[in-house]
């Protein structure tokens, strides 16, 4: 069974940074695509970066140069560092990763940036 789990998120104050981990289970992790998606509240769930099986990297504009995306395939694990956060990045966090056309999410973690 896949099943992507998130942790790392919490509570911390704009300018600070937070890293969040994703281990995803039930799949040859070296092979997969990951992502992170992130859904504030109120709001639609909204892509924010992803990293190829090559480890090829993209992100959304309102994190480029903020935020930064890893794996360690060794520990099935994706990272997604946070730098210079900000109230607006308040939002759950997921984790995602796709076999064909099924896509599979993690249960997220809450990330809260205070001003």
């Known amino acids: 069974q896949v099943q992507p789990v998130e942790s790392g998120g919490g509570l911390v104050q704009a300018g600070g940074s937070l890293r969040l981990s994703c281990v995803a289970s039930?799949?040859?992790?070296?092979?997969?695509?990951m992502g992170w998606y992130r859904q504030a509240p109120g709001g639609q769930r909204e892509w924010v970066a992803s990293i190829t099986s090559g480890g090829s990297t993209n992100f959304a504009d309102s994190v480029k140069g903020r935020f930064t995306i890893s794996r360690d395939n060794a520990k099935n694990t994706v990272y997604l560092q946070m730098n210079n956060l900000k109230p607006e990045d308040t939002a759950v966090y997921y984790c995602?990763?796709?076999?064909?056309?099924?896509?599979?999410w993690g249960q997220g973690t809450q990330v809260t940036v205070s001003s």
């Open positions: 039930g799949i040859n992790f070296r092979f997969r695509p």
């Open positions: 995602t990763t796709s076999i064909g056309i099924q896509n599979y």
